[in-house]
Nanobody, 135 residues
Framework: QVQAVETGGGLVEAGGSLRLSCTAS??????????IGWFRQAPGKEREGVSC???????IYADSVRDRFTISRDNAKNTVYMQMNKLKPEDTAMYYC???????????????????????????WGQGTHVTVST
């Protein structure tokens, strides 16, 4: 059974940076065969897709974080990192990562997952890590 674990949340001032990590285990195939999505949910708001990565190092982002957040993958460690820069108070949320094996196109899968957010097909979710950005 695939499991995902997030680490790296915390409290930061606006304009600051944090790096979240998502490590997957229990994989039935190479990590490169799995899409890793990052989602967030702020109190009283719907879940929002933030980013999605696949393959060796491909990734896409929601408009709200593009040019501020950067994904990197360490496939040898089954880990995806999300570097969050220029954080804003509106980035405050619980951040979740999720893993799923994609059969054909990782790019197509990730595009669908972000575009149809808050609905998602990701099957394996972490417990979340909280990010608070103060003014």
């Amino acid at each position: 059974q695939v499991q995902a674990v997030e680490t790296g949340g915390g409290l930061v001032e606006a304009g600051g940076s944090l790096r979240l990590s998502c490590t997957a285990s229990g994989l039935g195939s190479a990590f490169e065969d799995y899409a890793i999505g990052w989602f967030r949910q702020a109190p009283g708001k719907e879940r929002e897709g933030v980013s999605c990565s696949w393959g060796r190092s491909s990734s896409i982002y929601a408009d709200s974080v593009r040019d501020r957040f950067t994904i990197s993958r360490d496939n040898a460690k089954n880990t995806v990192y999300m570097q969050m820069n220029k954080l804003k108070p509106e980035d405050t949320a619980m951040y979740y990562c999720a893993a799923d094996f994609y059969l054909a196109s990782g790019g197509g899968y990730c595009s669908t997952q972000l575009s149809q957010s808050p609905q998602t097909d990701f099957g394996s979710w972490g417990q979340g890590t909280h990010v608070t950005v103060s003014t």
